[in-house]
């Protein structure tokens, strides 16, 4: 044991999984002895697909991302149910809730992040244990899955409480599958601190085409509750009363930093780690995901400048797990451990010569729902009209009846923001021509036929470029997944397992099933 | 002379040219004993082209549209310069300036329609007798296009006030040509009051970068005059003053009715006459053109509900000038008068059963300038974001940079209005989906394609259409276009001379040219 690397990972969600998935030879070959704490009783699962579970789309299993008992015969010790009350920095220990402790050379903190609870009347106002009521959910884990379904199952009337991403993706599904479904939200539109005005009404206008009923402008203070105390309405401001059978919370997410901030770790939005994902002031402190603020201590940073807070996106969090990952074993390469059977380096000269940098480009919003693509990325708010005397520039698209919507806006001629709703083909070109920077075409409107009756087979060269990505949050490119279908992957499943493209969102599946289809001449299945 | 009709036309502009075109053989026949009685000291000339020569770019002699000398010789007496001093109706007679008179059996007033003059200190407010200054013009007439003229060939400054089509055109011209050019108006864009916000605001930025400055929302209140009177600056009511060698009064024309109403003819914005063209409560007399109102007596009927104003354009003139002179043959003939020379009858049951009516579409307003295309039509006033009752909804593209513009309001999927600035191809195809009444695909934007580079060779179906109207002033289709490329017409004075497409605002040669082109398989002169 003394020539093995003690690690040991509080937080058991889709970026610890990933994680111990690329630290897993080092496990096996002893190097690491690793522990993973998990406070859920399940072992890592998709959490972006808690909702299709809740819909009855996919079941818990299906959306398994790590499997405890193969970790336990490598050679892992799997906790699973089990909080940590503190750390001990001191001792390099961490203290669990019943009453073990558990050492180690260095601590990855994997702890995520928790449902924001907002202050309404007859919700627990203590954000850390939250005791919701009957009928009230956050919509995060299984657990809260398992009530959405049963409401869903029997028709009944589901509250939203939310206009974001998360909260109209679970909105749309909902409805779908037969609930009656109400969205209530601060902002004029859905998506408000995001879209700009054309944007947001159109996206109004698709959520209810699409059955989603919309309180838009409410503040909720607070809940009506039956004699026993279940969720029967969400009172606001104005006195309007909105009736329902379940509350959804879907009031964003916040970064679980207590462990942290109770060992003295600097905190911000989230544990503040370096650029090689250590935290500041201990070099055997680790933090990934969306627990991790990577901004480092040096105020004239350029990487550093700027929002550094956590996305809250699954991609970022897998893109950090790895890096960590590859670094830990880097570090022990680089000690001679396979000669020697040495330690990993605490803080070594091998892992700083690599640094880990967040991506400067603001991120990508995509909601992907059967009947409604939206996509928002960058600064949207430049006015159409006005005159811009800094090579500013928008192209705007609106046909609100027909539910699309497509604004750009750039810079001389580079892409600095863009929305498109109802254009899914425009939307992910958009999408790559913002990433790469890439000049638009002087006749923006040519962008818009991609979606046209006649372009289907006409895909533009960026689209079709093997470089592009596919699968935002894995990191995947077209090639990768054109190379599985050679080497024979002829399902989604298939390519999943072998590029993990589609592993995340799913909002992939329907390219990848394209690009399956077009190397092997027939249909794909899942 | 007793066997022949004395058909007397007052007015000798365009629209009184093609009348007696049409009526020409009736003329040679000796079954009509024509006068014609101009005010100006040139017979009829293309009124639509005066800015035209005004900035250098056509000669008088090439917007001729009638030879005074051909129709004398013909035996039609033609008096240039004359002035009617009144109309006595009993009698039937017209009183000449010179104090002789003319007797007719058939009167046709063409007097079309004067500049409006607005009141502005230092302008004589009459506006029968308009004195204007030196340096002050109403752009109307070859005079005025000499004046402009002087003033552009010295690169000078040109004030043009009004917002008005002419006015733009005349504007972009003169500023192409090397005059520097300001274009005062009322609105917060010029078109004001057709145009919608969006597609005036994407129009102002055209013309600004044509070399075009606009003065916005002003209201001009008087002129500055030199010591000797000439124009040097237009003040506005906020004190500003607008300096330059010569003033453009471009604020539309009202119809010249003066002698209809001296005579007792009902008036209301022109001439009023019913659908055979004839003055009410005065079978003898008739008025075509800018002067003429098309409003029946009978309040029940469809065809003279709303607005039956002039419309200013030449293409309906045109239109009521062949019927009429078509409509007179008719008489002629069904009165037997190649057997007996029987007079026309002034009031016949040949006639009867023809009835002119007005298109019932509003007018499309069309801006075709060298760096500029613009057309609106309909209501073009709908709010996109607005929820229609009605089956009303709008698509709208815009890219303000690109000085590109479309708005296209629907109901039930058919064109109710649209805007179009800087896209001429789709300005043409939506005027044609406008006027047919054809539901839009349901991808809208897929009418923007074809301005787009990809776009040259594959227009859409109905604007390679043999029915399309190419020539909107003369009403010529593509078809006949065409076959007079077939029957060796190779250039597009030689196709207007044939088929008189391309006679009125020129907008249309380079449509003629193509299809010339595309007949012959090589380039077309002009």
Redesign the interface.
Known sequence: MSSSERVVVVGFGPVAARFIDVLEPSVVSEAVQLTVIGSEADAAYNRVLVADVGVGRTSPSAIGLSDADRLASLGAEVLLGTGVRRIDRARRQVLLDDGTVRSYDRLVLATGARPVIPYLAGLNPDPLHPALPDGVTALRDLADARVLRAVVERRGDVVILGGGILGLEAALAAAEEGARVTVVHHGDYPLARNID??GG?VLA?VLRSQGVRLVSGAKAVGLEQSGGGAFTGLRLDDGRLVSGDLLVLSCGVRPRVELAEGAGLPVSSGILVDHSLRAHHDEHVYAIGDCAEVRCASPSCGNCSGNTAPSGLIGPGWKQAEWLAESFAADLAGNGHRAAGGRLRAAGASSGSRRYVEAALPPVLMLKARGLDAVVAGDVSAN??A?HEDGT??????????G?YAKMVTRNGVLQGLVCVGMPRAGAELVLLFESGAVL??????L??L????ASSSASASVTDPASVVCRCAGVSRGSIEQAAVVGCSSVAEVSASTRAGTGCGGCHADIRTIIEQHFQQPASV
Chains 1, 2 share one sequence.
Not at 393 to 402: F, G, I, R, T
Not at 441 to 446: K, L
Not at 451 to 454: I, L, M, P, Q, R
């Open positions: 005005d054309g009404l206008s159409p009209w005159a520039a928008v192209a705007l698209w609106a046909d609100p009846q027909q699309s075409p002087s006749d923006r409107s040519s818009l036929r979606d046209g009756a006649e």
